[in-house]
């Protein structure tokens, strides 16, 4: 069996932690892609990298590039091509600018690696995703958003930060789009198997739910340039295996609804089943009525700032 391929397009703050990743996990070969301006540094890291896997027994090759004939045959392609935000700022405000990246990296990725599972990270996530959707003409199980694996992961943390117990053991869910509308899932969330509502009182639930909401921005602002890449890099990966692996987990991510929650044509954060078909299903929970409202807050949300991107 030949080995994988992985290739990061965007080698700043979370393509570098891809890259370190994906070669101590030892997915694939990784080719690190950015633009010419930025070809030195993309290169200096993977060498650096090459000359870490000694150090572990790793046996991957690792390459920076900016020519896009090197991701030719990606099994994987992770796209965090873009500028991130800066303290005061939303994820919104950074359509325009990542919308025209989004574009030029949509062509070459048809043109070069037309059969990857891809995976967005760049955001406005829901538009970014959508952007590449309509601009690559790639089949709607291959192309997929990376935000609700890391959503529930922060709410994950915040429980086990609250609760005191251990993070494997907490199971969560966020649905809709990745910015302050999201919609944590508290009802359904389980420490152990134990619902959390009986393990925390209503006022921290409500303050757990609120800080996941705002967990991005609040990161923002502590680094005070730049946001999160730890946390956002490790969610994609664990998407990648999945697909990789063919593991068939149930992660919430951004894929597209035809119809399911009763949302039509947007790129919006839902349970998906990723295996070695890509998006294999999307998952549909029965909601109630709160979570209908909050889900269709966040939909209308999304549907506005897609409306930006006039694809
Ligand atoms: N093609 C390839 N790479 C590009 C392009 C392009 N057309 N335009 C910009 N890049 C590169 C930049 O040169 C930079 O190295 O994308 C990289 C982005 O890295 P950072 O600025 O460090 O941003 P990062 O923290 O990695 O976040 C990337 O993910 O979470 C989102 O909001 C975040 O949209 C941002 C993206």
């Known amino acids: 069996m030949s080995r994988k391929k992985i290739s990061l397009i965007g080698g700043g703050q979370i393509g570098q932690i891809l890259a370190l990743i994906s070669a101590q996990k030892e997915l694939g070969d ?5 633009i010419p301006d930025f070809e030195g540094p993309v290169q200096g890291k993977a060498l650096d990298l090459m000359e870490m896997r000694p150090l572990e ?32 700022m939303s994820r919104d405000d950074l359509l325009d600018i990542n919308l025209k990246i989004i574009s030029h990296v949509a062509e070459n990725v048809k043109k070069y690696a037309p059969n990857a599972f891809v995976i967005v990270v760049s955001n ?22 990376m935000a609700g694996a890391l959503d529930s992961s922060r709410f994950k943390a915040f429980i086990a930060m609250e609760t005191g117990y251990s993070t494997q053991d907490v199971s969560c869910l ?34 757990i739910e609120k800080r996941t ?12 340039n730049g946001s999160a890449f730890f946390s956002p ?6 998407m990648a295996e999945s697909f990789l692996m063919d593991k068939k987990r149930i992660i919430p991510c951004a894929g597209l609804c035809e119809g399911e ?40 949300h999304v549907a506005a700032v897609v409306a930006e991107t006039k694809l």
């Open 57 to 88: 027994g790793l046996d991957v090759n690792i390459k920076g590039t900016s020519n896009y004939a090197d991701i030719a045959d990606s099994d994987v392609i992770i796209i965090t091509a873009g500028v991130p935000r800066k303290p005061g």
């Open 30 to 34: 990784v080719v690190i892609l950015d």
């Open 233 to 238: 890099a490790q969610s994609a990966i664990e």
């Open 174 to 207: 966020v649905l809709g789009g990745h910015g302050d509308t999201m919609v944590p899932l508290t009802r359904l969330a389980t420490v152990g198997g134990v619902p959390v509502a009986e393990l925390l009182d209503a006022e921290t639930l409500a303050a």
């Open 261 to 300: 929650y009763g949302i039509n044509g947007l790129f919006i954060g839902v349970p998906c089943v990723i295996g070695a078909g890509g998006i294999e299903k999307i998952i549909e929970v029965e909601l109630n009525d709160d979570e209908k409202a909050a889900l269709k807050v966040t939909a209308d």
């Open 124 to 145: 406005p996530l829901d538009a970014i995703v959508y952007a590449f959707y309509k601009v690559s003409g790639f089949a709607k199980n291959k192309i997929i958003g």
């Open 213 to 224: 909401r705002m967990a991005g921005g609040e990161i923002v602002k502590l680094l005070g």
